[in-house]
């Protein structure tokens, strides 16, 4: 990859960028490979093989999160929560101003961007939780087998309504957050996907 031209800096380092693309594909399999809004369909394919993509790509997105919680105190300036995240007040005022189209842009995430991956990051974490949960007491399968395996079906049926629930709340943020990034690159004039996967941005 090319260095950053005079005009132009290094924000997103490659850990961060290769979290984001990975984590994309993680969720995407994971979501599509679900029973529920996609039972239909997966009575035409092979459900064990299904079973296999979704619980693989649901231990990805577990690595993942372990992955950003660390690299979020560990990582690069712009990689760090004290970077981008900000309180209820200054993160209402920018979107307040981003709908006045007076927004400041920012180098890093701004503090509308910083407030979507914390709830992101919250709602995958509940959602692969609930997910080993059910795992391990509906199919006796993964690391919490072994507490949950006696749980009764109204239990098992608790966990499941949990976890559609947070799969299904994660894909409405995934919506908002590619709607943010569209309306702050149309703002700003500049590409922010496509600065996700150089890294660099307009200095």
Do not use: C
């Not at 961060?16 to 693309?21: E, G, P, S």
């Not at 919680?69 to 690069?76: E, H, I, N, Q, S």
Request: charged fraction near 15%; glycine fraction near 8%; proline fraction near 4%.
């Amino acid at each position: 990859m090319t260095n950053p031209t005079p005009n132009e800096i290094l924000v997103w380092d490659p850990l961060v960028r290769l979290f984001h693309w990975t984590l994309v594909v993680a969720f995407t399999l994971a979501y599509f490979s679900q029973e529920g809004p996609f039972e239909d369909l997966l009575d035409q394919v092979d459900g064990d093989w299904l079973q296999a993509i979704h619980v693989w790509a649901g231990y990805t997105i577990a690595g993942l999160l372990l992955f950003r919680l660390l690299w979020g105190f560990a990582g690069p300036h712009h990689a760090r929560f004290s970077d981008f995240v900000r309180g209820p007040r200054e993160t209402l005022r920018y979107v307040k101003d981003v709908l006045t189209l007076r927004a400041p842009r920012h180098l890093g995430h701004n503090p509308a961007g910083g407030a979507m991956i914390v709830a992101l990051l919250l709602s995958l974490t509940i959602t692969v939780v609930a997910g080993l949960m059910l795992y391990g007491a509906d199919k006796g399968l993964g690391p919490l087998a072994s507490l949950l395996l006696a749980s009764s079906d109204a239990a098992i049926h608790s966990i499941e309504e949990v976890h559609e629930f947070f799969a299904n709340f994660t894909l409405l943020l995934v919506v908002g957050h590619l709607v943010g990034v569209i309306w702050e690159s149309l703002l700003h004039r500049e590409n922010l996907a496509h600065a996700m996967i150089t890294g660099r941005k307009r200095a």
